[in-house]
């Protein structure tokens, strides 16, 4: 069987969730079947522009075709365009059509390889609901496609021009029960078949020589792992820590691990140590008092999984069911929706070893449990069956 | 800060958070976190970040206040009662109560989440506009004096 990821950006260099979640799958299914990727020359989701040269290439052992993006996006219009025609008001449908064409990638070549080579494949499996590629490519191949669609409850997924996309796939694979609840809910696609099955997490691995040592931070710390940007909550959490500290004294360090996209206050207690590889990403995890999520808008959470992997709990937001759902079925982390909240269960956390041992403990229990790479092929495995006959 | 201890021998997160949200109303009612705190932090806040303008303060004091509020549907209420032989008579009769309450206002509460949510999400993009169009006339005049002074020099020297 041979079978198409289609995604909106592929690649080692590439960041994000989505993309890394695509990457991961193709890489493990490439076991079962003869997988190729369909994407853009992008890396930079903000404009979409060419990085890799177009053409087929391989990655990891997999087939990846690349396609140009023309013309990339302009982000400057993009935003006025939302703040004018989409954010204060029941858009139109035609207004929703082009926050379509300037969300991206316009990827045409991509679009029509689709059309002339759609025989030429038994499934194609669309990675994220809101970007072109997803929203052009199911609706051309319907019959052969499968969603995940990692969707969160944010203002776009209420927008009327994602009903087809969330009606016409053969199954949706959703990352979390909450996720699935969401999309049914606005959507009432209760009739399509789909199943929850989210990522694997890989343990980690004997730690050599990493730039984790260089890092040298032996205070103890709370970790922040992921693009450190406002999108992501980081500008609460920031004011939160730095209130916090101020309230206790306490001798903690907030680490930051990530690719930064905002301004970071000078602060003693703050420290940003940029973009780390994977074992210095797990030493710091391991190492950690708590990893703090403090994202809103979240489909899964990678780095809450790897951090349980590691037996380190978590304080996420409150806000995002997906997160909360997380902490309450593992009983590995606790979630705060104000300051008063983040700082007693901070408090809670950091003043109670064996709290957050067991915390930690009851974390990996609930990966291994759920979000091992086996149970997640097996998952990905028997759906795809299903839908192919 | 005061800290209170788990038994953890059987954690159950949602137990937690319960003690804890209940701790975090009695705070909030004897007053622990008043306005005035909030408004130090901010200025420490302001102090520390330089692209925070202390003309917003106040906005952004009344974002965070909505940021800590908007979520009406899962708010709880702290049922007390001062009396000593008829209190818990008293207070399992209003949590009944509170219980039937929550059940019929159910759909509207989540109405009122849902446009919640959505009126905060809107203030924050503009108290990020503002923060944007704030430091770019902070530049702009900048620029402005600067011209000034050259030109102030150009024409002494002509």
Same mark, same amino acid.
């Given at each position: ?111 029509? =390889? ?6 030429? =494949? ?8 809101? =970007? ?16 995940? $669609?990692?969707?969160?409850?944010? $203002? ?63 205070? $103890? ?169 | ?158």
């Amino acid at each position: 069987m041979k079978i198409a990821f289609v995604v909106q950006r592929y690649g080692l260099e590439v960041q994000g969730g989505s993309e890394s979640l695509c990457r991961s799958i193709a890489e493990q299914m490439k076991k079962y079947f003869q997988v190729e990727v369909l994407t853009t020359c992008a890396v930079d989701y903000l404009t979409w522009k060419d990085y890799y040269p177009s053409g087929p290439v391989e990655v990891n052992g997999v087939l990846v075709r690349r396609f140009s993006t023309h013309p990339p996006r302009d982000m400057n219009r993009f935003n006025t365009f939302v703040r004018k025609r989409i954010a204060n008001q029941k858009p139109s449908l035609p207004d929703q059509i082009e926050w379509m064409w300037l969300q991206g990638p316009l990827t045409f070549d991509l679009i029509r =390889y689709l059309k002339e080579s759609r025989e030429e =494949y038994d499934l194609f499996i669309f990675f994220t609901y809101s =970007y072109f590629t997803t929203y052009m490519g199911i609706q051309i191949v319907p019959d052969k496609s499968l969603l995940v $669609p990692t969707a969160h409850d944010e $203002p776009h997924l209420y927008l009327d021009i994602f009903k087809p996309i969330f009606h016409l796939p053969r199954a949706i694979i959703y990352n979390t029960e909450e996720e699935k609840r969401l999309v049914q809910r606005v959507f009432g696609n209760t009739h399509i078949p789909s199943e929850v099955v989210g990522s694997g997490v890989s343990e980690m691995e004997d730690s050599g020589v990493d730039r984790f040592e260089s890092l040298s931070i032996t205070d $103890p710390y709370i970790l922040y792992m992921g693009r450190i940007d406002v999108m992501k909550g980081c500008k609460e959490l920031l004011d939160y820590f730095i209130r916090y500290v101020a309230d206790t004294g306490r001798n903690i360090k907030l680490v930051l691990a990530g690719n930064n996209f905002m301004q970071i206050p000078k602060h003693p207690q703050i420290f940003h140590v940029g973009y780390v590889g994977q074992r210095a990403k797990y030493k710091l995890m391991e190492q950690a008092r708590v990893l703090v999520n403090p994202s809103e808008y979240e489909s899964l959470s990678l780095s809450v999984l790897e951090s349980w992997s590691v037996g380190t709990p978590v304080l996420v937001n409150g806000c995002s069911e997906v997160l909360v759902g997380h902490c309450l079925r593992s009983q590995g982390g606790l979630y705060y929706t104000n300051y008063g909240e983040f700082s007693l269960c901070l408090d809670l956390l950091l003043s109670q070893p064996e709290l957050r041992v067991k915390m930690g403990e009851y974390g990996r229990r609930y990966v291994r449990t759920n979000y091992t790479w086996d149970t997640v092929e097996e998952k990905y495995l028997k759906l795809i069956m299903a839908v192919k006959g | 800060m005061d800290t209170f201890s788990i038994n953890t021998e059987d954690i159950d997160v949602a137990k937690i958070m319960k003690q804890i949200q209940e701790r975090v109303l009695e705070k909030k009612k004897a007053g622990v976190y008043t306005d005035e705190e909030i408004r130090e932090v901010s200025e420490l806040k302001n102090q520390i970040s330089p692209q925070k303008e202390g003309s917003y303060g106040e906005l952004a004091l009344h974002l965070r206040r909505l940021h800590h509020n908007w979520e009406v549907a899962t708010s709880a209420a702290l049922i007390t009662s001062h009396r000593r032989i008829l209190g818990p008579f008293i207070v399992a009769l209003k949590k009944i109560g509170f219980r039937i309450f929550r059940f019929i206002a159910h759909p509207f509460v989540i109405r009122q989440t849902e446009f919640n949510a959505a009126s905060v999400r809107f203030a924050s993009v503009l108290m990020d506009e503002l923060s944007r169009l704030a430091q770019e006339n902070k530049e702009l005049k900048e620029k402005q004096e600067k011209l000034l002074q050259e030109m102030e020099e150009l024409k002494r020297k002509i």
